[in-house]
């Protein structure tokens, strides 16, 4: 049969049916059958035909075949469930159930609950035979169930249906459970299966409830642990908690049963049944009992959320709040837990899970609402809005009531955030009213009453009297004895208005420990314990406030806990604690302040400069941040900068006494720096500025001790100074009585300014409590005095003074090492001479600091004065090991080596030298070179190389020297030193400047004349000869010719002063007085030969001649012969002579030197033959390779002749020359001058370059010659 027969046959059989005529039907379902033994449709009509026809096998059999044909089809399974209406068989039932589960899981759910009504109402009528077990009877309540939970999703139109399917197995699970129970496991299903059908739905829940009550009471249900576990969680989930009392006193009223629920539950043990005691105490606010049950049972019930929800709101009456967030916040994930899972973690839900998540979500807001971070604050607001409006969105009106329930809970507090918000707005008079309405309105609300005293303790007009305040916060701690805050607001009243400090810290007390979160009621303790000078109570307060706290709060906590802490000395917990403040708030100046102040106190300047410089930035007009910054560089030791950041200060404050007194320290600093370095005029310049300010600050502050005793320091800086060398100019404000403000001042000399420093000393003293250091400083100031006043008998007097005032400082701090070394000076000067008590000082100077290199060296020196030499020496060699870079113990090793001749004494001293600026030191070593100077005639000596060339011995001596005679003008023997230094430097205008001043100073102190004319006359002496040198032969004339005693040599100087200023005559004359002084034949023959040239000058050639002859084999002579032959151009007779030389010296290589400068000399004077001059210089050259002054001569002769004009001979030997050249006599720079003009002279194209840069050296080395720039402009224009 085709596919089309068989459609046909397959619509016969429909109509057949619908004519009833069953047997034809029949017949076209048989002949599809035969074709298609499968055939849905065939065997479905077949099914329908048989039941038509009383065959229930044959249709049974049909539809099942159906079924195994296609399994996904519903037409089968209703044609069974037709077939099974009839009979009343319990296992027909069961299959008759199991037909309508497998309809609605396919999808056929109004099928389904057609079939789940008809169940019902068989179940509800029809009596079923005994075959129907326990067993049975409750799958088929369980498939009734799960049939239920797959029509969550139906429409309205079947609700009807719905809660018919509920009552009934409400129904059928009561029925059944009255049986006998083969297990408690299956009873306890059957009801948990029940109570979780009808928990959404609030009227069959109370029909469930009833009819429950009435089991339990009346025994009919065995009371397991289950059930006794499901009674207590009905209690603590639900409001229905009364209808369930009154059921069961309904109920025994009835019956007449002395059964209760409380006695049902009473001996029942479990983590629920103390969460019900837990609830109970709840409600008889008993919440410390409360809590540790609630905390107790739900350690084993972690999973049950309606106990945490009560747990949060004990919290939450407790204050608790940071507690009942972390709870609330637990609660909301496992309630999301479930919805994830569809599943409850706990036995029974009989609220809906949303109502129980919405008012954990209020318990979470409200405890936020509470919290010190203004970001969680508003969070919290923002809940509480969306709540508001949530229900308008909601769509089931039960929902709606439920919330609208929990949010009459919180209703208050949207208006006290309204009253707040008007609060903010400054309206607080109406804030007051609408409060005092809120009160009036509500007496038992203890939020309102707590607002409202609060609001009234900040307005003005109950600052006054704040009794009504006082009043206002105690009737908020008897409504609410955990509130902290109203004990908080008591405890001020008791601090502010009735003065009682032990009350009030009982009333903090009770704040922190009802809150340990309550920042203010801990600050007010801790000030309490503070202003009794319990800083220990203090801190302990803090560490409890901060320990509490989240990370970045609590910052006033944390900056008073650093302050304590910074006060104790406890410098890494301050730093710790002021960084934890600005975690709370990084742009608070404040907070920037004491982190660089603890900075500070560690030492670690670099970090506090960073903070100050940060609290500047938040805070422009931050006087003491800036100050800071300035106090720091000065601290470092950048005065100069430390200045100009004062400057800023005064600015911003002109009148600012702290950044006056920093200025005046910083400028003294700087004339302690510039006096170290012998820069004394500087020195001068700073002090008076230091002077300046202080004078300002006393102005406005005469009461600082400190300021007078830096005046006193300022005043006494100076003693280095010599008394003539200087003046300051002191502010007429510290000379008066009265301290007033002016700009005149007064020019003072240095024992003046002695004697006023020790003025503001001495008041210093009067207004300071610690005297000590300032009893030091007046002590060494009366000894500068005594050094400084010139009169041995006032000297004695005031180092005498000066010994009882530094007894009195010792006496003050004993153990100070400084003042017991001080006394030890003062006792070993030559105006106290106690030596025995000075080396007690210095010993237990020694004792009282064990590195105290100053008081070993001061011992050192005592014992050396005294000719105890090896004791000195072990004393300057323990001061040398315990600093290096101290020079007096070096001074000390050079004096000692001095005195016993060794060579290691100008070593010393110059070692002393470089490390500072010492008198003794600069006088010493300079002696040492004046010594090596005078002493060695032989130039190239290795000590003398070394000391004078390597090391640059003159250089240094003059720089230390030049700053001893600035410190002592008034010592001729070092001025004459200076001078003499100079004069070998070749600086020799300088020198005659000096000279000129040691023979004055000598001139102004002669007074035994057989002693000191000597004196004068050396004096007179070395100035004549500078004289000479510069060219002032005048000058010398009348400089030699004063001198009252002349030695020889002055006279041959005066001779050649006469010569070199023309008057021969008169110089011959006092040639002719010399030759009578001496004795020895070298020396008169020196004379005859100078007597020789001046006949030479005098046209007097015969007898210069025959004088000449007279001299035999004197080698001077025969050059002088020589020369006179070639000025007579008798050029045979001039060889002949040198020929004569060259046999006499040519043994003698010392000699040779003289030889060789003379023909370098008569070189130039063969003008006639200056080929034959160029090839003899050339020849020599070749023999003396390694002389510079035939080089620098060549160079000259070259340049001089046409011939050579263009050759580069000049520029070799030139250059040759200044290579070469090492001359170690006086005429060092004269020399260097004519070599180097030789090279600058090199004009031709190949070498412009290099003269230009050789002129430029030139005038480097000598900018004050006019030939230096003459030839650099000469160069320049080439």
Known sequence: MSTKAIKSSLKAAKSAIQQKEFDEALLHCKAVLREDSGNYNGLVFA?????????????????????????????????????????????????????????????????????????????????????????????????????????????????YCKSIAMFQIINCTIYYCKLPAKTDEELDSSLLAMMKCCQKDSTTYDKCLKLLAQCLLSGDITLTSFLKDLLIQIKLQTDPLKKLKVYFTEIINTKDDTKSYSSIVSEHLSPYKEVADGYDLYNDMKYEESKGKLESALQSADDFIPGWKLLCRVHLVMHQYNAAENIAKSAIQKCKHVQSNHASTWVVQVPMLSEIKLELTLLLATSMSYSRDQTVVKQAVGTFEKVRNITTTVRLENEVKNMLKILYYYVNTFHYVDRLLLKKDGDLQTSLLMLKKITEDHPSCISAHLIYGKLMWEIEEYKVDKTKCFTTFLKAAKLDPYESEAFYYIGLFYQDVIKDSTRAMKCFNKSIALDTFNEKAGLALAD????????????????????????????????????????????????????????????????????????????????????????????????????????????LGQFTEAIEVYHQVLEMKPDYVPALKGLGESHLSIAHSMLSEGRDLTCVDHVNEALKFFAKA????????????????????????????????????????????????????KLEVLQLGEKFYLHGIRLSKSTATMLYNLGMNYFHQAKSCGDDNKAKLLASKSVEVLKISISHGSKN?????????????????????????????????????????????????????????????????????????????????????????????????????????????????????????????????????????????????????????????????LAYLLEESGLFPLSEKYYYQALTLLQSELTDVKTDDKKVDRAKSNYARILYTNGKYSEAISAYKSISQPLHHD???????????????????????????????????????????????????????????????????????????????????????????????????????????????????????????????????????????????????????PTYMHSNIAYIAANRACNLYTSDDGSQARNHHRHDKSLRQLVDDDFKVDALKAAQRLVHSHPNTVESWSILGSVCHA
Request: glycine share 4%.
């Open 47 to 159: 099914g329908l035909v048989y039941a038509e026809l009383g065959q229930f096998e044959n249709s049974s059999t049909a539809y099942q075949d159906a079924v195994k044909s296609s399994p996904n089809q519903s037409l089968a399974y209703q044609g069974l469930i037709n077939l099974y209406t009839k009979p009343n068989e319990a296992k027909t039932l069961e299959l008759y159930v199991g037909l309508a589960n497998t309809l609605c899981s396919l999808g056929r759910a109004e099928d389904s609950f057609k079939t789940l009504q008809k169940v019902c109402n068989k179940l509800n009528t029809d009596k079923f035979d005994d075959s129907l077990t326990w067993y049975e009877a409750s799958n088929i309540t369980n498939v009734l169930l799960t049939i239920f939970k797959g029509v969550d999703h139906i429409s309205t139109t079947l609700i």
């Open 528 to 635: 309490l314990y503070i202003k009794e000078e319990n800083m220990a109570a203090a801190v302990e307060v803090y560490n409890s406030l901060s320990s509490s706290s989240t990370p970045g709060t609590c910052k006033l906590t944390w900056l008073r806990l650093g302050l304590c802490k910074l006060k104790l000395k406890e410098t890494e917990s301050a730093i710790k604690s002021f960084q934890a403040a600005l975690r709370a708030d990084a742009n608070d100046h404040i907070c920037w302040e004491c982190l660089g102040e603890a900075y500070m106190q560690r030492g670690s300047h670099g970090a506090a400069l960073k903070s100050f410089q940060k609290a500047s930035e938040l805070q422009p007009g931050s006087v003491f941040s800036v100050h800071q910054m300035a106090a720091i560089k000065q601290l």
């Open 698 to 749: 006393l102005c406005l502050r005469p009461d600082i001790a400190c300021l007078w005793s830096s005046v006193g320091d300022c005043l006494t800086c100076i003693h280095p100074l010599h008394n003539t060398s200087f003046t300051l100019s002191i502010p007429t404000t510290l000379l008066g009585k009265q301290l007033k403000d002016c700009d005149e001042t007064k020019i003072m000399g």
């Open 817 to 977: 090492p400084i003042s017991w070394n001080a006394l030890g000076v003062v006792c070993a000067s030559t105006y106290v001479q106690n030596l025995q008590l000075a080396q007690h000082c210095f010993i237990t100077s020694i004792n009282l600091e064990s590195n105290n290199c100053r008081a070993w060296s001061n011992l050192g020196m005592l014992y050396l004065q005294h000719n105890h030499v090896e004791m000195a020496h072990k004393a300057f060699k323990v001061a040398q090991s315990l600093d290096p870079s101290f020079c007096n113990s070096w001074i000390g090793q050079a004096a000692i080596a001095g005195m016993i001749g060794s060579n290691e004494a100008m070593d010393l001293f110059r070692h002393s030298t470089e490390l500072g600026l010492h008198m003794q030191a600069a006088c010493g070593y300079s002696s040492r070179v004046c010594n090596l100077l005078y002493e060695c005639k032989d130039r190239s000596d290795k000590n003398y190389v070394e000391n004078i060339h390597k090391l640059n011995g003159i250089s240094a001596a003059v720089v230390q020297l030049s700053k001893y005679c600035q410190r002592n003008p008034a010592c001729p023997h070092s001025i004459t030193m």
């Open 1051 to 1201: 006279l041959c100087m005066l001779a050649l002063s006469l010569y070199m200023a023309g008057k021969l005559n008169d110089s011959n004359n006092i040639l002719d007085q010399a030759n009578q002084m001496v004795e020895d034949t070298k020396q008169k023959d020196l004379i005859k030969l100078a007597k020789a040239i001046i006949f030479s000058e005098l046209k007097k050639n015969k007898e210069s001649k025959k004088a000449l002859k007279e001299l035999g084999n004197c080698p001077e002579a025969l050059e002088v012969l020589c020369c006179l032959e070639i000025s007579e151009k008798k050029h045979a007779d001039a060889t002949s002579v040198l020929n004569e030389l060259y046999a006499l010296l040519s043994h003698d290589p010392v000699a040779m030197e003289t030889y060789k400068h003379f023909l370098l000399s008569i070189s130039v004077k063969i003008k006639p033959y200056p080929k034959h001059a160029v090839t003899t210089l050339q020849r020599f050259i070749h023999r003396f390779p390694n002389q510079w002054q035939l080089w620098e001569l060549l160079s000259r002769l070259v340049l001089t002749e």
